[in-house]
């Protein structure tokens, strides 16, 4: 049974319970009006004969014939036969007393009280005497007929507004569900996988617009997850797709120089060695690649205490050295702050800041000038790496906060590298809670800027 029916049911019990209830109060307050008025004649017949005990039966006649009530009277003895003194008439029917007891005339005495029989009279009695009483009894049928008529009118107007109301109640309820019916409706169309779908906005402070808006809200972040999944997927396949081709290429040399070697031809002495300088240049690429996967593996699967320390400024100097030997021609310039240290592992981020250093000595000429620098901004260790090399295409530069994403798909090519750099230093830097930037330096060429927080060093 639907919601609305079973609200509408629900109303329409309570209004024909709330209408029997007062409409059966209402008949019970009426019929005790009636027997307190039967209960007034009755004593006003008997008011007669208390006034003069002597005249009792002349008394009872003579109320009796002017009575608009028709009343009936007889004298009671508690030794013999009663004495009938008259009997009213209602409609065709006499008003004759049933067979009382001696016990029922004493308490008719105290207060008057029913009685059924062939006609349901109310009995009232006055004792004058020597085991001699006076009973009075009137019809109770027209108490009774109005009360059961007064009990039938209210139960059928109740039922009839009870059905009234129950139909009004299940059109404005229906009425009222309408967005609820439209949020199910959207709901199964998101559940079939349509994300697209804009729900109908509803008043603010309404339940059903907090349903509409959240359900809203989880439409939107459904739509977000999925748009990130499949940028995810996208570019796990790209990663894949480099991985595959960079791998593949050193197998298909490798395994055309085996071929040649054991081809059984004769080659020269030359021909041997660079055979086997090319195996091993390609060999040596292989396990280089092999590696740096290894190591994006090996980031994403490390945890990091949260109380360590490295000395990122000794870190830099001593690479920046490094590089200053081993390419004297290069102008490096530095300007690092002492005593930087920041939260982390040692190895990775010495691994952060050779791989930087690494691409600028292998992606630029010899000559451009390197800059460098890394200072405290805000509670965070600001690194910036400037060089006047060709620098990155606009698209690249674009792109360069996506995760596995090669520098350069030349660069693999031209330097024997496979492009895993940017994906290892975007890792650790993510891995360290930091943000990798690149831009276009002020000396013309790539512009490398990595932020991390600075460790709380213990006094």
């Known amino acids: 049974m639907k919601i609305r029916t ?25 019929r005790h009006e009636g027997v307190n008025q039967l209960d007034s004649t009755l004593s006003d017949a008997l008011a007669s004969v208390e006034n003069d005990p002597n005249q009792d039966v002349s008394g009872i006649l003579t109320y009796a014939e002017s009575s608009r009530v028709p009343i009936s009277a007889m004298l009671y003895f508690d030794d013999s036969e009663s004495v009938v003194l008259t009997e009213g008439k209602e409609g065709p029917n006499d008003l004759s007393f049933p067979q009382l007891e001696l016990s029922e005339v004493t308490r008719a005495a105290e207060e008057p009280f029913s009685k059924s029989g062939i006609v349901d009279l109310r009995i009232a009695a006055f004792s004058s005497g020597n085991g001699e009483w006076v009973v009075v009894g009137a019809s109770m049928t027209s108490v009774n007929q109005q009360f059961r008529e007064s009990l ?14 129950t139909l009004i109640t299940y059109l404005l309820v229906r009425r009222a569900l309408i967005p609820i019916t439209r949020i199910a409706a959207d709901a199964m169309s998101i559940a079939d996988g349509n994300l697209e779908i804009e729900l ?35 570019k796990m396949r790209e990663f894949l797709g480099d991985a595959s081709h960079e791998l593949r290429t050193p197998l298909t040399v490798i395994r055309g120089y085996i071929d040649i070697l054991n081809s059984g031809q004769e080659l020269t002495i030359e021909q041997r060695e660079r055979a086997m300088n090319r195996l091993s240049s390609e060999s040596l690429r292989m396990s280089e690649t092999i590696n740096d996967l290894l190591l994006l593996a090996e980031i994403g699967e490390m945890r990091i205490d949260d109380e360590s320390s490295v000395d990122l400024s000794s870190i830099l100097v001593n690479q920046i050295q490094d590089l200053s030997e081993q390419q004297k021609e290069r102008v490096v310039k530095s300007t ?23 691409n600028i000595a292998r992606h630029t000429p010899k000559e451009a000038q390197v ?13 910036v790496f400037d060089d006047a090399g060709p620098g990155l295409s606009d698209e690249m530069y674009a792109r360069s906060h996506e995760g596995f994403q090669r520098f350069d798909r030349a660069h693999s090519k031209n330097g024997g590298g496979f492009g895993l750099g940017l994906s290892i230093l975007s890792s650790i830097v993510q891995r360290h809670n930091g943000e990798l930037s ?8 790539l512009r490398t800027q990595i932020t991390l927080p600075l460790a709380s060093l213990k006094v």
């Open 371 to 383: 800059e460098v620098l890394l200072s405290r901004i805000d509670g965070k260790a600001v690194l």
């Open 200 to 234: 109908q906005s509803a008043k603010r402070g309404n339940e059903i617009g907090q349903l509409t808006n959240s359900l809203q809200i989880m439409v939107n972040s459904l739509k977000q997850a999925v748009l990130t999944t499949a940028n995810s997927e996208s």
């Open 438 to 445: 690149l831009s276009r330096s002020n000396l013309g060429g």
């Open 6 to 30: 079973r609200l509408a049911v629900l109303f329409g019990a309570m209004f024909i319970a709330s209408g029997v209830i007062i409409g059966g109060s209402s008949a019970l307050i009426a």
């Open 152 to 165: 039938s009118r209210s139960i059928q107007l109740s039922v009839a507004i009870a059905a009234l109301m």
């Open 336 to 358: 690092i702050a002492s005593e930087v240290h920041v939260q982390g592992d040692f190895e990775q981020i010495s691994r952060m800041v050779a791989n930087v250093i690494s």
